[in-house]
């Protein structure tokens, strides 16, 4: 007899699935149990049930934040690879486009069209500045979206490569 197997949510972590199992466990007991000790056995089972709630909860919420933050990346990114088009399109200010400058080289190499010069960073502050990263995620996208003549168009790319 016992348990049927059942698969747990992918979301939950070790701990909680750890206690899921000793909750199990001292779920047996209780079925097994006198009286006095059925009753003991009662209070250890809830608040070993309170326990696992909370931790799914936390283990879920850790899940939905983690998710968000990647999200939250993704559409921080997605505005920056924009500005730099309008930057090298002449939709941006003076200020900003002036920080990129198109690489030119004599070699002729597969995957060389529209990119941008990078400085190499020696500081962390600078690989958190425009210039630096709105080049780097600039040469990382594919010669469709870099070479886009409108910022419709632009903007559908970056769509399909994500």
Not at 78 to 97: E, I, M, N, R, S
Not at 131 to 136: I, K, L, Q, R, W
Request: with cysteine.
């Amino acid at each position: 007899m016992g348990f049927n197997k059942r698969e747990f949510k992918s979301w939950l972590l070790e701990r909680t699935i750890k206690k899921i199992k000793e909750r199990r466990s001292i779920k047996q007991r209780l079925h097994h149990a006198e009286t006095r000790i059925q009753k003991q056995t009662q209070r250890k089972y809830i608040h070993k049930n309170v326990e696992i709630k909370k931790s799914a909860r936390r283990d879920k919420r850790e899940l939905v934040d983690e998710l968000a933050e990647g999200a939250e990346i993704a559409a921080q990114q997605k505005d920056v690879k924009t500005l730099v088009f309008k930057c090298l399109h002449g939709l941006a200010p003076d200020y900003l486009t002036s920080k990129f400058s198109e690489r030119n080289t004599s070699y002729n190499l597969r995957d060389s069209e529209n990119k941008l010069n990078v400085r190499l960073p020696r500081t962390n502050y600078f690989k958190n500045s425009f210039s630096y990263s709105g080049a780097t995620l600039w040469n990382g996208l594919p010669y469709e979206a870099r070479s886009a003549e409108f910022l419709k168009s632009f903007k559908s790319e970056i769509s399909k490569a994500l």
